[in-house]
């Protein structure tokens, strides 16, 4: 019975020695371990570090470790490596022996293995730790194979100063990664890890440089490098001190520093290009800067994948100037007119206007706002995809309430824009003129998937992990269009890309802010979308700061770098847009003179591939067929401004047999008019703006059923109305008669 107690208790100790060898080991040896945060190019190359939290150049663990390291570091360290499981007792008594005669420790006799255990664990060199590190380390041998030990040991080693590991010394000592080190680095890398806080490159050169040599000579003695390797490598120099990291996208290091520190980071980045349109970025803020513009930058994309290609968050980060360090790409800006190709497309695919339809562009108030061209004039009517071309505000304010803010808002986000947080009513009609804000990344982004959508050939395909899931512009015939419009935008170098084949073709579109703050120019192939946003990341304005003069010659640059279409595919040909398919359009005859789709009274047409959806489109509205003769006849306030531009308007036109010789141009009927007050508290005048068709008619104004006077030529009149309803009427001398009822608030 005693013995089969004691047979037990024996049993017992045994087992619970077994698993507490089993659960000695942690899962993660070095869980709590501080990393720096790398971030490299689409191939693993470096652009960029930042050093871990507790002060160390320590880069993530790496799973490999290469051929020249790995042959350097056993032979200095553990020969025998690939034959024990942890221990070396030869090595421990060999160097306990040379210890002792030397009266002091001279080699502590750990294996590799040991060593890993004891970056571990960090604890004093005692004999107790070198006994636990012995059983942890045979434990090690038993859960990971050589290369694993060895690629923990490459990752964890001190190379004196604050560089913790293999890859961070390369780069810090040789500014390479380790697997081009040569056998002469490789060797001096593999003998720091033995004392190096004695032997680095900083100090005890002379001690380094002998045991490195050393190395060299016992690895041509075993065979592993000739005589000629022999000597170059013992002839290469030092390192004299560590080397500055690549600095190849600044602001993208910081964002994955601050977003995901501790990280291996790999973009889609190709570094290549990366460093030509930083270079690009950095000469033109170079000129730039001598007019107070001191930030700049630049985004590419891959239309195909929608990947980041360079990124250029600010031009010449190295340069400590205020604003340096915000990066641009990813600062919501005011957009200017940048959305405006999103309308046109939009409205197309409705079916709401047809590519060159007829928009009004005469002055207005919209309760107080009241949007100017860039000109500051008025062309009374103009085509549609002239006025994208062009970048006419009022026009594109008109297509605004068309399509209505709250729509307009829903497609953007809808498009891709992560920034628009408030209502529809708090950004309003001035959502088209840059009333909200946007990224240079969001709107590249939106670009690109412009193209990619058009190119998609088969959206039943699109799924929720897809970019394009949700993505609301879709005809491809309103999208083709659209690029046609975008196409004509008037380059910044003044040459006409028509006459010179060899020019790339590019869809593009610029956008200014309120007060000169923001210059955009975003542009679209194909194949790539570029972005770029030059101004002040203080937000000061830059009198004459506009997005084709300062981020347009940008643009077309970087676009000079990216290479000719590669890809032959169905919706792109020899660098630009196919014309749509026959099923993605419908043809219809649409009048010459408006752009409307053709009414009977029209004469001149054309027969356009137009949007599917363009049937719900109306006919034109201004041709008229009177007395026999057919007459193009614009509504009074229209007429007013765009006969100026078209000189042969005014033979065309029918003199006293139109519906209306009148029409208010300001303000509207039923406007919101806030006015405010003067220092007296009196209330400032509204000026009134009349247009009729045959200006020497004498006009005669009455507000509220009293006369206030009369105009000829010049039909303008101001009046003083109090708070409250109003209604003014007018008469001309041949009795035809106009009214418009508006509402005065105070403005305060």
């Not at 502590?108 to 255990?117: D, E, H």
């Not at 806080?197 to 490098?225: Q, S, V």
């Not at 513009?293 to 400590?320: H, I, M, Q």
């Not at 506009?546 to 792109?572: C, H, I, K, Q, W």
Request: hydrophobic content about 35%.
């Amino acid at each position: 019975m005693r013995k089969r107690t004691l047979s037990w208790i024996t049993g017992g100790i045994i087992a619970a020695l077994l698993i507490a060898y089993c659960l000695c080991l942690p899962g993660n040896l070095f869980k709590d371990t501080a990393y720096s945060t790398v971030v490299t190019d689409r191939n693993g190359e470096l652009l960029g570090a930042r050093i871990a939290s507790d002060g160390q150049w320590r880069f993530p663990p790496s799973d490999t470790v290469p051929q020249k390291f790995q042959t350097a570091l056993i032979e200095f360290e553990d020969r025998w490596f690939a034959f024990h499981h942890g221990v070396n007792p030869v090595a421990i008594v060999r160097a306990a022996v040379g210890n002792i005669r030397a009266g002091r420790v001279t080699s502590g006799g750990s294996p590799i293995t040991m060593q890993v255990i004891r970056m571990s664990r960090g604890k004093d060199r005692t004999i107790g730790q070198k006994l636990i590190e012995s059983i942890l380390a045979t434990r090690l041998e038993w859960r990971c194979d050589k290369k694993e030990i060895l690629a923990m040991y490459a990752s964890h080693a001190p190379f004196g100063g604050n560089v913790v590991g293999l890859e961070a010394a390369s780069w810090r000592y040789f500014g390479r990664p380790p697997e081009e080190l040569t056998w002469g680095e490789a060797a001096t890398l593999a003998v720091l890890p033995n004392s190096p806080a004695e032997i680095h490159p900083g100090k005890n050169r002379d001690r380094l440089l002998a045991k490195r040599n050393r190395l060299l000579k016992t690895l041509h003695e075993r065979g592993h490098i000739d005589s000629l390797d022999l000597d170059l490598a013992c002839d290469e120099p030092l390192p004299l001190k560590p080397v500055a990291l690549p600095q190849e996208a600044h602001h993208l290091t910081e964002y994955y520093w601050k977003t995901s520190p501790g990280r291996r980071i790999r973009t889609s980045i190709d570094v290549n290009l990366q460093r030509r349109v930083q270079s690009i970025a950095d000469q033109w803020n170079d000129e730039l800067t001598s007019i107070g513009v001191n930030d700049l930058a630049v985004v590419v994309k891959d239309v195909r994948t929608e990947e980041t290609l360079a990124y250029v968050g600010n031009a010449n980060p190295g340069r400590k100037r205020p604003g340096s360090e915000v990066d641009i790409i990813r600062s919501p800006r005011s957009t200017g007119s940048i959305l405006k190709p999103l309308l046109y497309c939009a409205l197309l695919q409705d079916g709401d206007i047809l590519p060159n339809t007829l928009l009004p562009d005469v002055p207005i108030n919209i309760n107080g706002f009241s949007p100017q061209n860039f000109n500051r004039q008025f062309n009374g009517a103009v085509p549609a995809s002239e006025a994208l071309a062009r970048s006419l505000n009022v026009p594109s304010v008109h297509m605004l309430r068309r399509f209505g803010v709250p729509k307009f808002l829903d497609l953007l986000r809808k498009c891709g824009m992560t920034t628009l947080h408030k209502s529809a009513s708090h950004y309003g009609l001035s959502l088209i003129l840059g009333g909200a804000e946007g990224t240079l990344g969001d709107v590249t982004a939106m670009y690109a998937r412009l193209s990619e959508s058009y190119q998609n050939t088969d959206t039943s395909r699109i799924g929720k992990g897809d970019r394009l899931h949700g993505f609301p512009l879709t005809d491809k015939s309103a999208l083709w269009w659209t690029f046609e419009a975008l196409k004509e935008v008037n380059r910044p170098d003044e040459i006409d890309w028509r006459l010179v084949t060899s020019v790339k073709k590019v869809a593009w579109k610029t956008g200014t802010s309120y007060g000169f703050r923001d210059a955009w120019a975003v542009g679209v192939t194909p194949d790539y979308a570029v972005g770029v946003w030059a101004g002040n990341a203080q937000g000061q304005g830059v009198p004459g700061l506009t997005g084709a003069r300062t981020a347009g010659p940008v643009m077309f640059d970087v676009f000079n770098l990216l290479p000719a279409n590669e890809y032959d595919r169905e919706y792109s040909r020899n660098g630009w847009f196919k014309e749509p398919d026959y099923g993605d359009y419908v043809l219809a005859e649409v009048c010459k003179e408006s752009g409307h789709l053709k009414s009977i009274s029209c004469g001149r047409v054309d027969t356009l591939a137009l949007p599917r959806k363009s049937v719900r489109s109306e006919p034109c509205p201004y041709h008229k067929v009177i007395d026999g003769e057919r007459y193009f006849v614009l509504p009074p306030s229209m007429e007013w401004y765009y006969r100026q531009h078209h000189p042969e308007y005014s033979y065309s036109l029918p003199k006293e047999k139109s519906d209306s010789q009148m029409e208010f141009i300001y303000p509207e009927n039923g406007a919101m008019i806030y006015i405010p007050r003067q220092l007296d508290g009196s209330i400032q005048g509204i000026t009134f703006n009349l247009a009729h068709r045959d200006p020497m008619k004498t006009v005669f104004w009455h507000i509220d059923n009293e006369y206030a006077g009369q105009t000829r030529i010049i039909h303008q009149m101001t009046l003083n109305p109090a708070i409250g309803r109003h209604n003014v009427t007018v008469v001309d001398e041949s009795g035809n008669t106009i009214s418009v009822g508006f509402t005065v608030c105070d403005g305060r």
